[in-house]
Protein backbone atom coordinates (compact mmCIF):
# COMPACT_ATOMS: atom_id res chain seq x y z
CA UNK A 1 0.00 0.00 0.00
CA UNK A 2 0.83 3.59 -0.72
CA UNK A 3 0.23 6.90 0.97
CA UNK A 4 -2.57 8.96 0.81
CA UNK A 5 -1.89 12.78 0.16
CA UNK A 6 -5.32 15.22 0.12
CA UNK A 7 -4.77 18.34 -1.44
CA UNK A 8 -7.35 21.24 -2.38
CA UNK A 9 -8.19 25.10 -1.10
CA UNK A 10 -8.25 25.69 2.66
CA UNK A 11 -11.97 24.90 4.53
CA UNK A 12 -12.48 22.14 2.00
CA UNK A 13 -11.73 19.21 4.98
CA UNK A 14 -8.41 17.64 4.46
CA UNK A 15 -7.71 18.02 8.06
CA UNK A 16 -10.82 16.22 9.40
CA UNK A 17 -10.84 13.73 6.54
CA UNK A 18 -7.51 12.65 6.99
CA UNK A 19 -8.60 12.28 10.49
CA UNK A 20 -10.78 10.44 10.10
CA UNK A 21 -9.40 8.40 7.36
CA UNK A 22 -6.50 7.52 9.82
CA UNK A 23 -8.85 6.16 12.05
CA UNK A 24 -10.73 3.82 9.30
CA UNK A 25 -7.44 2.62 8.09
CA UNK A 26 -5.81 2.25 10.80
CA UNK A 27 -2.67 4.39 9.50
CA UNK A 28 -0.73 7.21 10.72
CA UNK A 29 -1.87 10.89 9.79
CA UNK A 30 0.30 13.79 9.38
CA UNK A 31 -1.20 17.58 8.88
CA UNK A 32 1.42 19.54 7.22
CA UNK A 33 0.02 22.57 9.24
CA UNK A 34 1.17 21.16 11.96
CA UNK A 35 4.31 19.80 11.08
CA UNK A 36 5.13 23.70 10.08
CA UNK A 37 3.94 24.74 13.73
CA UNK A 38 6.29 21.79 15.10
CA UNK A 39 9.04 23.15 13.15
CA UNK A 40 9.01 26.94 13.95
CA UNK A 41 7.45 26.68 16.97
CA UNK A 42 4.99 28.58 16.28
CA UNK A 43 1.19 28.30 18.19
CA UNK A 44 -0.60 29.80 14.65
CA UNK A 45 0.56 30.14 10.90
CA UNK A 46 -0.93 33.67 10.95
CA UNK A 47 1.46 34.41 13.78
CA UNK A 48 4.70 33.11 11.76
CA UNK A 49 3.51 34.78 8.18
CA UNK A 50 2.86 37.78 10.35
CA UNK A 51 6.35 38.21 11.69
CA UNK A 52 8.14 36.27 9.44
CA UNK A 53 6.59 36.58 5.98
CA UNK A 54 4.88 34.63 3.00
CA UNK A 55 8.08 33.63 1.23
CA UNK A 56 9.44 32.29 4.45
CA UNK A 57 6.87 30.79 5.81
CA UNK A 58 6.32 28.15 1.78
CA UNK A 59 10.08 28.01 2.24
CA UNK A 60 9.34 26.81 5.32
CA UNK A 61 6.32 24.09 4.11
CA UNK A 62 8.33 23.04 1.50
CA UNK A 63 10.80 21.72 3.15
CA UNK A 64 8.63 19.90 5.61
CA UNK A 65 6.72 18.34 2.96
CA UNK A 66 10.64 16.77 0.99
CA UNK A 67 11.23 16.17 4.87
CA UNK A 68 7.79 13.93 5.49
CA UNK A 69 8.50 11.86 1.75
CA UNK A 70 12.10 11.27 3.27
CA UNK A 71 11.44 10.25 6.76
CA UNK A 72 7.84 9.06 7.08
CA UNK A 73 7.16 5.26 6.51
CA UNK A 74 4.85 4.33 3.96
CA UNK A 75 1.58 3.75 4.05
CA UNK A 76 0.70 7.00 5.69
CA UNK A 77 -2.28 9.76 4.75
CA UNK A 78 -0.84 13.50 4.37
CA UNK A 79 -3.00 16.60 4.44
CA UNK A 80 -1.09 19.53 3.12
CA UNK A 81 -1.70 23.31 3.25
CA UNK A 82 -3.59 24.84 1.13
CA UNK A 83 -1.69 26.69 -0.86
CA UNK A 84 1.05 23.78 -0.67
CA UNK A 85 1.13 23.39 -3.91
CA UNK A 86 1.87 27.05 -4.55
CA UNK A 87 5.55 26.42 -5.13
CA UNK A 88 6.74 23.96 -8.41
CA UNK A 89 9.38 22.86 -5.73
CA UNK A 90 6.73 21.13 -3.63
CA UNK A 91 4.88 19.68 -7.14
CA UNK A 92 7.61 18.28 -8.21
CA UNK A 93 8.18 16.46 -4.70
CA UNK A 94 4.97 15.45 -4.67
CA UNK A 95 5.02 13.95 -8.00
CA UNK A 96 7.89 11.98 -7.12
CA UNK A 97 6.07 10.38 -4.31
CA UNK A 98 4.44 7.34 -4.61
CA UNK A 99 0.73 7.24 -3.14
CA UNK A 100 -2.54 8.30 -4.58
CA UNK A 101 -2.89 12.27 -4.79
CA UNK A 102 -6.47 13.03 -3.56
CA UNK A 103 -8.25 16.32 -4.31
CA UNK A 104 -10.98 17.10 -2.16
CA UNK A 105 -13.32 20.14 -3.57
CA UNK A 106 -16.44 21.69 -3.41
CA UNK A 107 -17.55 24.31 -4.57
CA UNK A 108 -16.72 28.17 -4.24
CA UNK A 109 -19.69 29.39 -1.82
CA UNK A 110 -19.39 26.47 0.13
CA UNK A 111 -15.81 27.48 0.46
CA UNK A 112 -16.54 30.72 1.41
CA UNK A 113 -19.35 29.98 3.96
CA UNK A 114 -16.58 27.79 6.03
CA UNK A 115 -14.16 30.47 5.74
CA UNK A 116 -16.46 32.51 7.33
CA UNK A 117 -17.46 30.21 10.48
CA UNK A 118 -13.46 29.19 11.16
CA UNK A 119 -12.06 31.90 13.25
CA UNK A 120 -8.56 30.11 13.35
CA UNK A 121 -8.52 29.15 9.50
CA UNK A 122 -5.06 30.80 8.87
CA UNK A 123 -5.05 33.36 6.17
CA UNK A 124 -1.74 32.88 4.43
CA UNK A 125 -2.44 34.68 1.52
CA UNK A 126 -3.73 37.91 3.47
CA UNK A 127 -7.05 38.32 4.50
CA UNK A 128 -9.45 38.02 1.31
CA UNK A 129 -12.95 37.45 0.08
CA UNK A 130 -15.50 37.97 -2.05
CA UNK A 131 -14.02 38.36 -6.22
CA UNK A 132 -10.16 38.06 -4.29
CA UNK A 133 -11.02 34.63 -3.14
CA UNK A 134 -12.80 33.42 -5.59
CA UNK A 135 -9.82 33.94 -8.32
CA UNK A 136 -7.37 32.23 -5.90
CA UNK A 137 -9.42 29.33 -5.64
CA UNK A 138 -9.75 29.03 -9.09
CA UNK A 139 -6.13 29.41 -9.70
CA UNK A 140 -5.35 26.96 -7.01
CA UNK A 141 -7.87 24.39 -8.41
CA UNK A 142 -6.25 24.31 -11.58
CA UNK A 143 -3.28 23.25 -9.65
CA UNK A 144 -4.96 20.79 -7.43
CA UNK A 145 -6.76 19.21 -11.26
CA UNK A 146 -3.24 18.68 -12.31
CA UNK A 147 -1.43 17.21 -9.56
CA UNK A 148 -4.40 15.07 -8.65
CA UNK A 149 -4.91 11.18 -9.80
CA UNK A 150 -8.82 11.70 -8.13
CA UNK A 151 -10.79 14.61 -7.52
CA UNK A 152 -13.69 13.97 -4.10
CA UNK A 153 -16.56 15.94 -3.49
CA UNK A 154 -15.86 17.46 -0.13
CA UNK A 155 -19.19 18.98 -0.21
CA UNK A 156 -20.73 15.91 1.54
CA UNK A 157 -20.51 13.83 4.94
CA UNK A 158 -17.40 12.52 5.90
CA UNK A 159 -18.79 9.53 6.01
CA UNK A 160 -19.42 9.67 2.23
CA UNK A 161 -15.86 11.35 1.47
CA UNK A 162 -14.24 8.30 3.30
CA UNK A 163 -16.08 5.50 1.06
CA UNK A 164 -15.31 7.03 -1.98
CA UNK A 165 -11.92 6.72 -1.19
CA UNK A 166 -11.89 3.62 -0.09
CA UNK A 167 -13.39 2.57 -3.17
CA UNK A 168 -10.87 4.37 -5.28
CA UNK A 169 -8.17 2.57 -3.14
CA UNK A 170 -9.85 -0.55 -3.86
CA UNK A 171 -9.39 -0.19 -7.27
CA UNK A 172 -5.72 0.93 -6.45
CA UNK A 173 -4.94 -2.01 -5.01
Not at 78 to 103: E, F, R, Y
Not at 111 to 125: A, G, M
Request: charged share 30%; proline share 1%; aromatic share 6%.
Amino acid sequence: MNNIVLIGFRGVGKSTVGRALSEYLSRPFTDLDEEIKKTTNSTTLVDYVATNGEEEFRKIETRCLADYFKNHAKNSILSCGGGALDSKTSQNILKQQTGIVIHLFCDFETVEKRLKQDKDNPRISGLLEGEALKKLWSRRREIFDQMSDYNVNAGRTVDEIIIEITTIMGKNA
